[in-house]
Every structure is written in C-alpha cells, then in structure tokens.
C-alpha cells in the first residue's frame, strides 16, 4: 500500500469524523453544564426529617419532570418542610428534560444537608427550600455569569445586536408562554438568545423578571456568552447557536434574517454531504479493500494490533449487514446504552447487536479494553459478550442472542403473565441472584452492576435469566452524560444512598435485586403508583408484610395456595434486599444462600429496617443476632453517613 493512498484514505476518514462530529451537534443536547450552583449557609433544624422530605421531593420533581417538563413540589411541616420546583427549558425533548433533570438530582444533593439549594444547568433549573419560594421572580442570590476570556473584535456593533436580540426575545417570551429563542446578525456579527421563566410562575412575576433579565445581562458585553441567572427566569446569549434546533424552528420563524441563516447552514451542510459523498466514493473505488483497516491506524497501531489480533473483533460492514443496515423489523428492544438489534452472521449465527449511543473515537481504546474485561467473564446467568466492532463510523457491542426478550416484556404483560408460573419465577430469580453474586464475588474483576432492573434480565428460550448490560457502566461512568441515563432510567430500583450521595457499592445491586423479585411476585412495575394512590411501591409491600397480608399482592397470573410459603419466604428475602440502611442488607451471596434455604423456617432472617419511603419504626425486632438485625433507625443512620460523605468531598 503506497503512501498516497493511506494519506487519502486518511483524508477520508477525517472527513469523515467531521461530519460525524457536526452532525452529532445537532442532535439534541440535554445541555447538563452547569451555570451556577447556590447552597445556603444554614444547616437544617433535624437532619432526619430534612433527609426523608429532601428525597421525597426529589423524587416528586423527577416524576414532574418526565411528565411535563416542569413543576413545584412541597413534602412535610414545619422548619423541615421542603419546596421544591424544577424547570426544563422548553427546546428540551422530554428524554433530554429527564437526562438533565437527572443530572440536576445527582449534583443538588451537595446543598444538602443545608436548608436550600438552586442549580442552573443550561437546560434546567431546579431548587428546593425550607419555605416557599414559589413566588419569587428576583432575589439578592441572582446573578450574571459571563465569559471571561473572549470578547466581541467589534464591540459597538456587537452591543448593538446584543441589545436587539435580547429585547426581542425577553418581549417574545413574555407573550408566547415563558420561553423564546432568537437570533439577530449584522455584519458578520451574530448573536443567539434564549429566555425561559419558569412555568409555575405568575404571568406578570415572570414579565417582571425577563426585564431585569434583559437589562442586567448587557452588562456581559462585549463578551461573547453570557448568562442571568434569576430566582424565576434565565437568560443567555451565545454567538453560537445552543439550543437544540428542532423545537425552536417554530420561534426562529418569526425573525427573517436567522431564518436565511438556517438554509444557509442546511445547503451548506449538504453541499458538504455531497462532496464527501463523492469523495468517499472515489476513494472507495480506488482501492476498496484498504477503508477498514486504516482507522485503527489512525488511532494508534497498539490499538489497532490489539483490535485486528483478537477474536474479539467483528467487522462494522458485516455487522451491518447482518442487521440488514440496522433495520428496524430487526429492532430487539432498547438497552441502557442503546439500540439492540438481532443480526444472522455469515456462518449463520444469531446475535444481538448493539448500537451504543456514546460514539466518541477518543473511547475506542478505553472500550475495547472494556470489552476484554468483561468477555472474561462469564456464567451461565450472564450475557456472553461475544466481541465488539471499533472499525466503523460507530461502536458496536456483539452479544449471544436469546429467543425470549426481556423479563419486563413478560411479568407487566397480562396474557405473557400467564407464561412464568411460579416455578419459572422463582428460578429466575435464583439466578439473577446468582449472576449478581458471581460479579460481585467470584468474578476476576469484580463489577457492580448498576443497572439491574427488569428490561435488563433476558430469557432464553427455556426462560432461563441471562443479566446484561453489566460491565459497561465502569467505563460509561466517566460520561457524564451517560452517568445520568444510568440514573434516569432505573430510578425506582435505585438505592436511597446512591440516589442521595451518589455513593455506590455492591449493596445498591442488592436492593435493586430486592425491587426486581418484588416486581416479579408482584407482577407491577416498582416505580408506578400502586393501587391506593399516594402509596409507594415499597413502602405498600411493606405495610402488607407488618400485618401479615403479603399474599394479597401476589400476581393472581400464577398464584396458588399451595406455593404460599416459599412465595412468602421470596419476599422476606426481597425486603432485607431493600432495607433503607445499606449495612443491614445481605451481600447476594448471602442472598443465594437465603433463597436456597426453603421456605420459612425458624430463626428467620426478619427484615428489621423498613423501606426508606415509610419511617415508622418498626416494634419487637427479633433478638437474633445477625447483620441484617442490628437496625435501629434508618433514617438515623442515613443521615449520618451522609455528612460523613459530603464532608470528604
Ligand atoms: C452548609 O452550611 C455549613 C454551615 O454554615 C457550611 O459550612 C457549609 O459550607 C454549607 N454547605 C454547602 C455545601 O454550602
Ligand atoms: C409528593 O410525594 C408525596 C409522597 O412522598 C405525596 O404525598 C405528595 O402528594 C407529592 N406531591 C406532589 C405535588 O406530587
Ligand atoms: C428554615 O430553617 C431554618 C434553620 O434551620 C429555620 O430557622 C427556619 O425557621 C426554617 N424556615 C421555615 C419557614 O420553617
Ligand atoms: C425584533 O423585533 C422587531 C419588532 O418586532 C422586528 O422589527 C425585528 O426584525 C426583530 N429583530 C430580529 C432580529 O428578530
Ligand atoms: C422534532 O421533529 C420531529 C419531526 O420533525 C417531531 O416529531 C418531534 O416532536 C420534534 N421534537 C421536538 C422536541 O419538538
């Protein structure tokens, strides 16, 4: 291979990643920087009941955030009550609302254990205090953040597009519900801006507040970002454009000039399309076989050694061939990083592959080190991970396929229901419990999985679980972005303690098993409200367990006097799965263990610690002696550990 060659092949495939890259940025961005982050200086009156309120607002505001995109919140009495309110920016598309909403849930908590906190993300907006606040529009903590570095060459003529742009859409959103974005250019100056008051607001608080909004932020100019950040609203200007472009076009009309802008950028873009286009084309009929080789090159011959050497990797284009060019009659579900497909390799093989929505090329060797790791481990309840493809425009994951789907498709299912009879339920579970403790335990690397739920555990064809999805996270975590779709989408199996502290161990698995083996006796979703309205999940289970009623919860699709027992047994282990206080909870080997000791038998482990959502402590604990009997209180102790753990930030 000459040397002209592999440069143009070369060229191609920056070309390439160029576009790759431009197009990236337009698809939408839940925009989780943070732009100002205020906690107050005053500490709670009881951390205890702060604590419990704190969590149930947070939980309210996330639920108000998927649902609408916005709302307010206030849990509890007294000194301890918390009001909480969350906005989404209106150009967000409601999955970018929760991922930065998310986000919002993971940082805020730094605030705690201290009376009030307020977050900007340049999406959202979210904020909780110990008294209302639902009426503010201003207030001594606003502020402008502007950048610091860079300022407009032309600053007369930059201010006074500035100006233009800002009172246009400070007046626009005052009439169109709260939020506008627009744009104005002149002179090879242009400036784009965004306005959002929050939704709950009143109409004239908010008016008030995108006045003072518009004229404090002038005081950023010439700098080309600037930002106000208000108690009711937010503003920002930018000389590129931020927000995401699909839902503003409607706003973006109303201006004539951006307008042209737009289909500027749109012809030019596809002008570039189809240079490159032709060029690829050329490129690829000048020497066809060389295209898939070269991008290891670039990447460093280590990696591409370590790729091209291993029976780990598959080729992109066979892949994509496999998957019929990832068609969507082939579409098997959506995983925790992406699209899965099924796919017939040449030699006829079935797999499962996965299109993983992270895609940066900086990943690639940190990926596939990854992968290494994980496909060393192996056991008959987890996933094979049979390779990967890094030689394309995106990263592919290649797992054993497996006929049945996930287990959520069956036990939320009416009529699928009726296929998992107990027998089925409970070897599922005892080996998802198996898995979860071999990962922990056993395996050479040990892995927390994170993200067990039940989309996550698929069945084979003689409805044997297989966990997947495991591994990925230790990589994926230093993502940000991808951090937060790990907590956005398995929030009502997540932890208290992960959820508050972000503070991770194996006992976060632990508990999110607990919520899957109540899911599958029970046969509902753990983070939809139960039947008496109001009544979590967790905390129905448990009031039913104190007055000896578990038996009424269990899925009528199976349920039959004669498994009672060990049903009952199941959920006893369940519930010191999901005891609040992480300490008291069993390690899952423990686990394994518990459940292979059949049914109720004296001197049962009792579930001493009840669920973080109900408080009431529970009377006459056992006197035995174990690890998972030595509660007193979890609140107590949550809170403890809590200000241990902010202190060592
Ligand atoms: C909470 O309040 C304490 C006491 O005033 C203060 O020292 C601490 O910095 C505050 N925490 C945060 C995160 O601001
Ligand atoms: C918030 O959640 C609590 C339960 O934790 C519930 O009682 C309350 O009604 C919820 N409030 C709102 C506004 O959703
Ligand atoms: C908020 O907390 C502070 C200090 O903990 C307390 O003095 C104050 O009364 C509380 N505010 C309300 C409205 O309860
Ligand atoms: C701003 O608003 C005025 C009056 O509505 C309009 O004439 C002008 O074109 C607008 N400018 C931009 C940049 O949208
Ligand atoms: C984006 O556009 C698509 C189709 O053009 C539409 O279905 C979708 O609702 C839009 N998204 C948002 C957030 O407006």
Same mark, same amino acid.
């Given at each position: 291979?000459?040397?002209?060659?592999?440069?143009?092949? #070369?060229?191609?495939?920056?070309?390439?990643?160029?576009?790759?890259?431009?197009?990236?940025?337009?698809? /939408?961005?839940?925009?989780?920087?943070? #732009?100002?982050?205020?906690?107050?200086?005053?500490?709670?009156v009881s951390g205890n009941d702060f604590a419990h309120n704190f969590i149930r607002t947070m939980g309210n505001l996330s639920s108000m955030a998927d649902d609408h995109g916005h709302g307010t919140t206030e849990v509890g009495e007294g000194p301890n009550s918390v009001y909480g309110l969350v906005q989404c920016f209106k150009? @967000?598309?409601?999955?970018?609302?929760?991922?930065?909403?998310?986000?919002?849930?993971?940082?805020?908590?730094?605030?705690?254990?201290?009376?009030?906190?307020?977050?900007?993300?340049?999406?959202?907006?979210?904020?909780?205090?110990?008294?209302?606040?639902?009426?503010?529009?201003?207030?001594?903590?606003?502020?402008?953040?502007?950048?610091?570095?860079?300022?407009?060459?032309n600053p007369d003529k930059f201010n006074q597009v500035l100006k233009m742009v800002i009172s246009n859409v400070s007046l626009e959103a005052q009439r169109s519900g709260g939020f506008a974005v627009g744009s104005a250019s002149s002179s090879q100056v242009s400036v784009f801006a965004l306005a959002q008051c929050w939704q709950d607001l009143d109409k004239r608080l908010c008016n008030a507040c995108l006045q003072n909004a518009a004229s404090s932020i002038m005081s950023c100019s010439p700098g080309v970002e600037g930002r106000s950040l208000k108690a009711g609203c937010y503003m920002r200007y930018s000389t590129r454009v931020f927000w995401n $472009?699909?839902?503003?076009?409607?706003?973006?009309?109303?201006?004539?000039?951006?307008?042209? *802008?737009?289909?500027?950028?749109?012809?030019?873009?596809?002008?570039?399309?189809?240079?490159?286009?032709?060029?690829?084309?050329?490129?690829?009929?000048?020497?066809?076989?060389? +295209?898939?080789?070269?991008?290891?090159?670039?990447?460093?011959?280590?990696?591409?050694?370590?790729?091209?050497?291993?029976?780990?990797?598959?080729?992109?284009?066979?892949?994509?061939?496999?998957?019929?060019?990832?068609?969507?009659?082939?579409?098997?579900?959506?995983?925790?990083?992406?699209?899965?497909?099924?796919?017939?390799?040449?030699?006829?093989?079935?797999?499962?592959?996965?299109?993983?929505?992270?895609?940066?090329?900086?990943?690639? #060797?940190?990926?596939?080190?990854?992968?290494? $790791?994980?496909?060393?481990?192996?056991?008959?309840?987890?996933?094979?991970?049979?390779?990967?493809? #890094?030689?394309?425009?995106?990263?592919?994951?290649?797992?054993?396929?497996?006929?049945?789907?996930? =287990?959520?498709?069956?036990?939320?299912?009416v009529n699928k229901a009726k296929l998992l009879d107990w027998q089925r339920r409970l070897e599922i579970i005892h080996g998802v419990a198996e898995g979860l403790s071999y990962l922990? %335990?056993?395996?050479?690397?040990?892995?927390?999985?994170?993200?067990?739920?039940?989309?996550n555990v698929l069945l084979d064809d003689k409805f044997k679980p297989k966990i997947t999805d495991f591994g990925l996270a230790r990589s994926i975590a230093e993502d940000q972005t991808h951090l937060s779709t790990g907590i956005a989408g398995t929030l009502g199996y997540m932890a208290p303690e992960y959820i508050v502290h972000g503070h991770l161990t194996d006992k976060a698995d632990v508990y999110s098993?607990?919520? =899957?083996?109540?899911?599958?006796?029970?046969?509902?979703?753990?983070?939809?409200?139960?039947?008496?309205?109001?009544?979590?999940? @967790?905390?129905?289970?448990?009031?039913? +367990?104190?007055?000896?009623?578990?038996?009424? *919860?269990?899925?009528?699709?199976?349920?039959? %006097?004669?498994?009672?027992?060990?049903?009952?047994?199941?959920?006893?282990?369940? *519930? *010191?799965?999901?005891?609040?206080? /992480?300490?008291?909870r069993p390690s899952m080997a423990k686990v394994v263990e518990l459940l292979r000791s059949s049914k109720t038998e004296e001197g049962l482990y009792q579930p001493s610690d009840p669920p973080f959502l109900d408080v009431v402590p529970m009377e006459g604990r056992g006197e035995l002696n174990n690890s998972c009997l030595l509660a007193t209180g979890a609140t107590q102790n949550i809170s403890e550990s809590s200000e241990s753990s902010i202190a060592g930030r």
């Open positions: 291979m000459g040397s002209p060659q592999r440069s143009a092949t #070369a060229t191609t495939v920056l070309v390439l990643l160029m576009v790759l890259g431009l197009v990236g940025k337009t698809i /939408s961005d839940p925009r989780t920087s943070i #732009a100002g982050l205020f906690c107050s200086k005053t500490l709670a150009d @967000l598309s409601s999955i970018d609302c929760r991922l930065c909403f998310a986000e919002i849930r993971s940082i805020l908590p730094k605030c705690y254990p201290n009376i009030s906190g307020r977050i900007f993300l340049d999406g959202c907006f979210g904020r909780y205090e110990n008294h209302s606040f639902f009426d503010q529009a201003m207030d001594s903590k606003d502020s402008n953040v502007c950048s610091s570095g860079r300022k407009s060459s $472009l699909n839902q503003s076009t409607a706003a973006v009309h109303s201006s004539g000039k951006s307008y042209s *802008l737009w289909i500027i950028i749109c012809s030019a873009l596809g002008g570039f399309l189809l240079i490159v286009v032709v060029v690829i084309w050329i490129v690829k009929a000048y020497m066809r076989r060389t +295209y898939c080789d070269s991008l290891p090159d670039l990447l460093g011959s280590g990696l591409s050694e370590a790729i091209s050497q291993s029976n780990l990797n598959f080729k992109y284009n066979d892949l994509k061939r496999a998957t019929k060019r990832f068609d969507a009659s082939n579409k098997l579900g959506q995983g925790s990083y992406g699209t899965v497909y099924k796919g017939i390799l040449p030699d006829g093989r079935e797999v499962a592959v996965k299109r993983l929505v992270l895609n940066t090329r900086q990943w690639i #060797a940190q990926f596939f080190n990854e992968v290494d $790791l994980i496909n060393q481990v192996r056991h008959k309840n987890l996933v094979r991970l049979l390779g990967c493809s #890094a030689d394309g425009p995106e990263s592919l994951l290649v797992y054993e396929y497996y006929a049945n789907k996930s =287990l959520d498709f069956f036990i939320f299912d922990h %335990e056993e395996s050479e690397i040990r892995i927390i999985h994170r993200d067990i739920k039940a989309s098993f607990g919520m =899957l083996t109540l899911e599958i006796v029970t046969g509902q979703r753990c983070s939809s409200v139960g039947t008496q309205p109001g009544q979590f999940f @967790l905390s129905k289970i448990w009031s039913h +367990y104190k007055t000896g009623t578990v038996d009424q *919860l269990i899925d009528r699709n199976y349920y039959d %006097e004669e498994v009672k027992d060990e049903i009952l047994h199941v959920v006893n282990v369940a *519930l *010191l799965c999901t005891q609040a206080t /992480s300490g008291y």
